[in-house]
């Protein structure tokens, strides 16, 4: 039997993407047992990847090669800036977070790369490569919420864990990750190396997002580190 696209790039990097989606920092979000410093880091964090995020959606929306696809697009575009962007707002003021830690965090390794790998999908002007990128994204973040929490059996009490749960498994966003995959699957091919290895390194900066959580210091912005030899 034929596996399908997306089905197929999964496979191939299951192991950075099943440490990913049991990431102790999920399991500890879902149990309520999630250190507030640790959310907060993450957040702050999680915020300035939108940009990106915004970035990419925006280039997926100018080459998408159907009238629909853009319609689609442009609605979650619209959730985003809504829903998602209210919820990182109200944990900011619960967690006092400052506008200069927002206007000028520190960026962990992890950020850099996630951040280069999307701005440099933006330059490709691929539809299909900007649509491998957001369904790892997305599908990587639905998994964990279904699969940790039983498919919504067991759930956190804390607004602040439950809140994360919600934008991340609720129909519309379900919905949404079934378009990003169907997309996949018509765009790309099994076969295609190059989509392929931008699905499997978006994979990559997904689990090392989670690890630098844990890591407490950022570094500068113009350091000019080596973030990792998966550099784009
Ligand atoms: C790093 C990262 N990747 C994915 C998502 C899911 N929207 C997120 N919030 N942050």
């Known amino acids: 039997?034929?596996?399908?696209?997306?089905?197929?790039?999964?496979?191939?990097?299951?192991?950075?993407w099943n440490a990913a989606?049991?990431?102790?920092?999920?399991q500890e979000l879902?149990?309520?047992?999630?250190?507030?410093?640790?959310?907060?880091?993450?957040?702050?964090?999680?915020?300035?990847?939108?940009?990106?995020?915004?970035?990419?959606?925006?280039?997926a929306i100018a080459s998408a090669d159907l009238l629909s696809s853009k319609i689609r697009l442009s609605r979650q575009l619209g959730f985003i800036s809504n829903d998602e962007d209210t919820y990182f707002h109200d944990r900011f003021e619960q967690f006092n977070v400052s506008h200069a830690e927002?206007?000028?965090?520190?960026?962990?390794?992890?950020?850099l790369g996630i951040t280069k790998l999307y701005a440099d999908t933006v330059q490709t002007r691929s539809y299909a490569d900007a649509i491998a990128v957001l369904?790892?994204?997305?599908?990587?973040?639905?998994?964990?919420?279904?699969?940790l929490t039983n498919?919504?059996?067991?759930?956190p009490r804390k607004e602040q864990n439950l809140g994360w749960?919600?934008?991340?498994?609720?129909?519309?966003?379900?919905?949404?990750?079934?378009?990003?995959?169907?997309?996949?699957?018509?765009?790309?091919?099994p076969n295609n190396e190059e989509l392929k290895s931008r699905f499997a390194?978006?994979?990559?900066?997904?689990?090392?997002?989670?690890?630098?959580?844990?890591?407490?210091?950022?570094?500068?912005?113009?350091?000019?580190?080596i973030i990792s030899n998966h550099d784009s």
Request: aromatic fraction near 14%.
């Open 201 to 225: 390194r978006a994979v990559h900066w997904e689990l090392a997002f989670f690890d630098d959580a844990y890591r407490g210091i950022g570094i500068p912005q113009d350091s000019g580190a």
């Open 165 to 189: 749960i919600r934008v991340h498994r609720d129909a519309g966003f379900k919905n949404w990750v079934d378009f990003l995959i169907q997309e996949l699957n018509r765009l790309g091919s």
């Open 135 to 147: 369904c790892v994204a997305e599908s990587l973040y639905l998994d964990w919420a279904q699969t």
């Open 102 to 111: 927002l206007d000028n965090p520190q960026l962990t390794p992890s950020s």
């Open 1 to 16: 039997m034929t596996m399908h696209v997306y089905e197929s790039y999964r496979t191939a990097c299951k192991n950075e």
């Open 21 to 26: 989606v049991n990431h102790r920092f999920n």
């Open 151 to 155: 498919e919504g059996r067991n759930v």
């Open 30 to 59: 879902v149990a309520d047992t999630l250190a507030d410093d640790v959310l907060r880091r993450y957040l702050i964090q999680d915020w300035q990847y939108t940009s990106g995020f915004y970035s990419l959606l925006g280039q």
